[in-house]
């Protein structure tokens, strides 16, 4: 019986010694397979690191490339609101001169004459003096004289004899034709006095004072 015994435990170890040969192969098989992959596997990780590199390094481009151009639009977008408000800018400028130059333009029509004031007739001499006496006589107020000075001084120098051979215009206020002042003098050719007092009636008819009269000379060339 232990002989019996003897032979199996025998057989038994042999057994188990095999097993331990068969699965030490095995795992040295294993082994030597999994070096022999090693290079193709470390090759695959190398390559998809290469992938994921690039592909991070095209969404950075893409980045880089839209920044430049939101950059570009918004210096875009500067230099239209910088010439929007330059033009509103001279827009404004233009029409400011324009207000003060109506403004300037109003007030010469209100008072088109803001020199110095005579005291009195005494201060001009000649065919100006009998004018200055002969104004007040019409009922205009002494201020008026110096437009009505700078009035005829510009039609005729204040010469009862200027005659303009193409309108017809003639004496010191410029009648136009001259015949008309006969309806205060048949002298209207020559008289200073027929001629003033013709001119202020005029005047006094259709500007109602001398200084409007200068205005509407200033602004058109004739009264």
Known sequence: MSRLWSRFAARGAAVALLAVGVAGGVYLTEERQSARLDPGAQVAGTA???????????????????????????????????EKARKAEEAARKKAAEEKAA?????????????????????????????????????????????????????????????????????????????????????????????IKWGLGYIKGRYGTPCKAWTHSQNTGWY
């Open 48 to 82: 998809t690191q290469i992938n994921v590199d690039y592909r991070q390094e095209q969404q950075v481009s893409r980045q880089v490339r839209a920044a430049r151009q939101q950059a570009a639009e918004a210096r875009q977008r500067a230099r239209v609101a910088a």
């Open 103 to 195: 403004k300037e333009a109003a007030a010469r029509a209100l008072k088109p004459y803001d020199g110095p004031i005579p005291e009195s007739c005494s201060e001009y001499g000649g065919n100006r003096k009998t004018g200055c006496a002969l104004m007040i006589d019409a009922g205009f107020d002494i201020d008026q004289f110096p437009c009505l000075d700078k009035l005829w001084t510009k039609e005729s120098g204040w010469n009862p004899r200027a005659h303009n051979n193409s309108s017809g215009a003639h004496g010191i206020p410029q009648a136009r034709p001259g015949n008309k002042m006969a309806t205060v003098g048949s002298d209207w050719e020559t008289n200073p006095v027929t001629q």
